[in-house]
C-alpha cells in the first residue's frame, strides 16, 4: 500500500500511549502548541479533550505535514455507548454535533475491521446516557478539519467503548484507557492496511 502519511489524532495523553509504543514515535520540536509524535509516516498529535481543540490540532498537523490528498486520517479514543460492552471497537458511520445538529456521513471501507455505529459529539460529558450510539466530544471537530486534508473516504473515526450504563465513566482511570487503546491497536492496522489511498 502506497501511503504519503498517516495521521492520528486522539484527545488524552493516555490514549496516545500505547500508540506511540506500538509505532515507537518520537517527540516533534516544536510542537506548535500541541504535543505531535512522528516516525517514518506516521504523526500522533494529541489535542486535549473537546470538539475545538480536536479541530485546532488536526489543522495544525495539517499544516505540519501538508495537504496531501492521500493521506490517511484516523481520530481514535474512547467513547461512551448507552449499551455497548466496554472494550467494543466500533468505526463511525454517522457523526453529528449536538450543537449544531450538522451531520457527516463518512465513507467506510468496503472490508471494515469492525462493527459500526452512529456517534454523536458532545460539548460536555453525559453521565446519563440518553443517546443512541456512541458518544464523544472530538469526532466534529476532528471530521470536517481532516476532510480539508485529504479526500473523505481516507478519513475515519475509530472509537473503544469505555463505559456504558452498567460501567459508568465515574472514576474511570489512565490506566484504564491506556489498556482499551492497546486492545484497539489490532484493529487500528487492520483498518490502516483497508484504506486505499490510491483508490
Not at 73 to 91: C, K, M, Q, T
Request: with cysteine; charged share 20%.
Amino acid at each position: 500500500m502506497l501511503v504519503s502519511s498517516i495521521n492520528l489524532v486522539v484527545a488524552l495523553p493516555a490514549e496516545a500511549k500505547p500508540i506511540i509504543s506500538r509505532f515507537r514515535l518520537e517527540r516533534v520540536q516544536p510542537d506548535f502548541g500541541f504535543p505531535c509524535y512522528r516516525r517514518g509516516p506516521v504523526t500522533l498529535v494529541v489535542t486535549g479533550p473537546g470538539k475545538i481543540e480536536a479541530a485546532a490540532g488536526t489543522a495544525c498537523l495539517g499544516a505540519l505535514g501538508g495537504c496531501l490528498q492521500t493521506s490517511i486520517w484516523i481520530n481514535l479514543g474512547i467513547a461512551g455507548h448507552a449499551e455497548r460492552p466496554i472494550g467494543e471497537i466500533l468505526l463511525a458511520s454517522l457523526i453529528r454535533d449536538a450543537g449544531s445538529g450538522w451531520v457527516w456521513h463518512p465513507i467506510l471501507p468496503p472490508h471494515r475491521p469492525c462493527s459500526t455505529d452512529h456517534l454523536l459529539t458532545l460539548d460536555r460529558a453525559d453521565s446519563d446516557y440518553r443517546y443512541q450510539g456512541m458518544f464523544d466530544m472530538e469526532a466534529s471537530g476532528f471530521f470536517p478539519t481532516a476532510c480539508r486534508y485529504s479526500r473523505i473516504g481516507l478519513v475515519q473515526v475509530l472509537k473503544v467503548i469505555s463505559d456504558n450504563r452498567s460501567v459508568t465513566a465515574r472514576g474511570l482511570s489512565g490506566k484504564q484507557v491506556r489498556l482499551l487503546m492497546s486492545e484497539a491497536l489490532a484493529t487500528l492496522e487492520v483498518l490502516l492496511s483497508s484504506l486505499d489511498p490510491c483508490a
